[in-house]
């Protein structure tokens, strides 16, 4: 009985120090306000489809922010779409170039959202990152079902997205229904990657064969060589080459000197001739061997004409039905 009751009172005692330091967390903690994604200041939107011939994009920012102290000494891992720094870094850094050449012959929709900070990523932990970026999906998930709502149906659909923001077109994938994966033209995962779990879990999940299938999810990531794949963003399932839309090893010639190879053994990009030397090492996490913060950029103009192809080639298919 004694030790039952030493036993009893030790877990209780336990369970008190367990509280404790659960509130002691949530009160040094600091989570932004929640976009309200009817207010079209929580969107960048461009125009540029003049002959309504083209497609819609729904893009998602990548990662800009590392964790911040509130005023009052709270930490806080995720972006604040309120904060003014923020919403710039967002949006002029890379919405805004993202959309000069997405948004050219097509309507272009992309929100702020409250994502993950770059410590989420290296937490060295795949529940602990899935866990810490719930939230910034969630977020995603929302901004997604409000922009469905309210677009032209009959139009066909991108989604794209680089780094945190092709983990969410990764997510996304997973959150739509039947009836709007049959409006997708193709998805984007940019500079992340996707796990044979993330395709147990959907079966819209369908990797890209070539230039113009529908469906599709387009996977790439760049490395100097395969030794430096970065498992956290870069150890993928699927791949594909954007500049010769090949998932074999032939090679394609970028910018008359880089040459881009896709490892069929590791579906990520090889290239050589290209130093990415723009893109300064980043805590030893990325871009040491990788060129992560290359990829929505070293590609731009091959993904600008794949977006007309497929969207074109989804547009002949829905004419046939």
């Given amino acids: 009985m004694g030790k039952e009751v030493f036993l009893r009172n030790?877990?209780?005692?336990?369970?008190?120090?367990?509280?404790?330091?659960?509130?002691?967390?949530?009160?040094?903690?600091?989570?932004?306000?929640?976009?309200?994604?009817?207010?079209s200041e929580m969107w960048i939107t461009a125009d540029g489809d003049s002959t309504d011939s083209g497609a819609d994009v729904f893009y998602v920012v990548s990662t800009w922010q590392e964790d911040w102290t509130t005023d009052d000494g709270r930490i806080c891992h995720y972006a604040d779409v309120?904060?003014?720094?923020?919403?710039?870094?967002?949006?002029?850094?890379?919405?805004k170039k993202v959309a000069a050449y997405m948004s050219p012959g097509n309507r272009f929709f992309a929100p702020y959202y409250r994502h993950a900070t770059i410590e989420a990523f290296m937490l060295h932990n795949e529940d602990s990152t899935r866990a810490r970026t719930r939230l910034a999906m969630d977020d995603v998930c929302r901004a997604f079902d409000y922009f469905q709502a309210h677009r032209d149906k009959s139009r066909p659909l991108i989604i794209a997205g680089f780094s945190q923001g092709g983990m969410a077109v990764v997510e996304l994938l997973k959150h739509i229904d039947d009836e709007t994966y049959n409006q997708l033209a193709a998805a984007y995962v940019l500079g992340y990657k996707v796990t044979p779990d993330d395709t147990l879990q959907t079966n819209r999940i369908k990797a890209a064969k070539g230039e113009a299938d529908t469906g599709v999810t387009i996977c790439y990531n760049t490395v100097k060589d395969v030794k430096y794949i970065n498992p956290v963003i870069g150890e993928t399932c699927i791949g594909i080459n954007?500049?010769?839309?090949?998932?074999?090893?032939?090679p394609a010639t970028l910018h008359d000197s880089i040459t881009v190879s896709l490892s069929p053994k590791y579906h990520v990009l090889v290239v050589s001739g290209y130093s990415g030397s723009e893109y300064p090492a980043y805590k030893d996490f990325i871009n040491v061997g990788d060129i992560h913060s290359c990829e929505p950029w070293l590609y731009s103009e091959c993904l600008q004409e794949n977006i007309k192809v497929r969207a074109n080639a989804w547009r002949a298919k829905s004419d046939k039905k």
């Fill in 82 to 95: 309120y904060n003014p720094v923020h919403r710039q870094n967002m949006g002029d850094l890379e919405i």
């Fill in 242 to 250: 954007p500049v010769n839309w090949r998932t074999d090893s032939l």
């Fill in 10 to 39: 030790t877990f209780s005692v336990s369970a008190l120090v367990a509280c404790i330091c659960l509130a002691s967390c949530a009160k040094t903690q600091y989570i932004p306000q929640a976009p309200d994604y009817s207010d």
